[in-house]
């Protein structure tokens, strides 16, 4: 069975296959979609908000003649509330649905649930660990916008503890030749040492900063997220790092003609308006790009394809 639980599970190869199919994808969509998925179900499981991963995997499923169950809030509006444990709610659901898409609070939620789930499982979000499936359509979008990953000197600016999609997003850019990494953060929400860890053992060269500016006018990538208030242990230590980096007209002036800058989104302040018309401001290419990436992976979850079947390395 293919689970999507984690950056780590890809190689190159299978990322250069993904990328085709999800360029595949694309002009596919535009011409109304494929009926590939005819017949099957995918279950959305959130038990935290999303606006982008949840619509973009449910217009992903509906594009390619599949159908969609739902639930939103599932922390209140399943039978988690009544005391249902994880694992009794996917062994159930298995029986329901031919794929389930889960988002949980809690780090490793989506190994766990792999663990029992009869069908593929796709893990989009698990608390602050890994958000494999926006990773992927982050790394889409810098092979797209830029023409290529090799070499590129990539920024990441903002919630580095508890901003689960820069921890994947580095697990992939580590698999490519020559990508430098500078880690710009407040001081109370660095870059994990597992993943510095992870950085060091492959040999990967990266730089923990805390000049913005600076940095802006030498990467190629600058990419952007949100100070997560609800993941905060405390309102004073959110408010010591809100506000402390923000992207705007001045900051924009600094960086390369040729350079882009993304965000998972949402955003909550740090990127202004006004930088929305500059033609590097990428984010929202970067976001329709999720329907493609994710239109190829379910259809390699449930069509036998390429996304590894072994999860025990991740265990
Ligand atoms: N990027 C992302 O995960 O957005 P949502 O929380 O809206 O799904």
Known sequence: MYHVLSAHQFDRQQLDELFKTAEIMEFNARKGGLNLLGGKIMAALFFEPSTRTRFSFESAMMRLGGTVISTENAAQFSSAIKGETLEDSIRVISSY???????????????????VATVPVINAGD???????????????????????????????GDLTYGRTVHSLAY????????????????????????????????VEYFEETDLEKVAEIVDVLYMTRIQKERFPTQSDYER??????????????????????????????????????????????????????MALLAYCLEEGMVSRDTTALE
Do not use: W
């Not at 649905?97 to 663990?115: L, W």
């Not at 960086?255 to 998972?264: A, D, E, F, R």
């Open 97 to 115: 649905a031919d794929v389930i898409v889960m988002r949980h609070n809690e780090v490793g939620a989506a190994m766990r649930a792999a663990k």
């Open 241 to 294: 790092a809100a506000g402390v980096y923000k992207i705007d007209p001045p900051l924009l002036d600094r960086m390369k003609s040729n350079s882009i800058i993304l965000h998972p989104l949402p955003r909550a302040g740090e990127i202004a308006p006004e930088v929305d018309d500059d033609p590097r401001a990428a984010y929202f290419r970067q976001a329709k790009n999720g329907v493609y990436i994710r």
């Open 172 to 203: 992939l850019l580590a698999k490519y030749q020559g990508v430098k990494l500078y880690f710009v953060a407040p001081e109370s929400c660095p870059i994990p040492e597992k993943v510095k860890a992870f950085l060091d053992e492959k040999g």
């Open 127 to 157: 608390g602050a660990g890994e958000h494999p499936t926006q990773s992927l359509l982050d790394l889409y979008t810098i092979q797209k916008e830029l023409g290529r990953v090799d070499g590129l000197k990539v920024a990441m600016v």
